[in-house]
């Protein structure tokens, strides 16, 4: 499956940015996505996932800021942020793979075979 991300921009920290990521083909209820993000000189982390059951996941630093949600006629997942950080910065993937992953697994890249480019996010005054 290929995924194309788009959304990114610069932002003052406190604004928002929803970034979105289509899909070729229809994919959910068959396969786990999630959006992970690399900052320069950092690993790449997950940020958000959805199971294939529709479960979401969500890393600490960004619990009650960020929302995953999907549009499944569209073929597209999405990512609303809000209250940005400059810590929020780098560059946002989205990511998917076959089948369900258990919560200890949906934020792992190594769980995850098809990627975007990714798009980039600047948060900065």
């Known amino acids: 499956v290929q995924l194309v991300e788009s959304g990114g921009g610069e932002v003052q920290p406190g604004g928002s940015l929803r970034l979105s990521c289509k899909a070729s083909?229809?994919?959910?209820?068959?396969?786990?996505v999630a959006w992970f993000r690399q900052a320069p000189g950092k690993e790449r982390e997950g940020v958000a996932a959805f199971a294939t059951d529709g479960g979401k996941t969500y890393a600490d630093p960004v619990k009650g800021r960020f929302t995953i949600s999907q549009e499944q006629v569209e073929n597209t997942l999405y990512l609303q942020m809000n209250s940005l950080k400059p810590e929020d910065t780098g560059m946002y993937y989205c990511?998917?793979?076959?089948?369900?992953?258990?919560?200890?697994?949906?934020?792992?890249?190594?769980?995850?075979?098809?990627w975007g480019q990714g798009t980039q996010v600047t948060v900065s005054s």
């Open positions: 990511a998917a793979a076959f089948g369900y992953k258990y919560p200890v697994q949906r934020l792992s890249p190594h769980e995850y075979d098809s």
């Open positions: 083909r229809g994919i959910w209820g068959a396969y786990s």
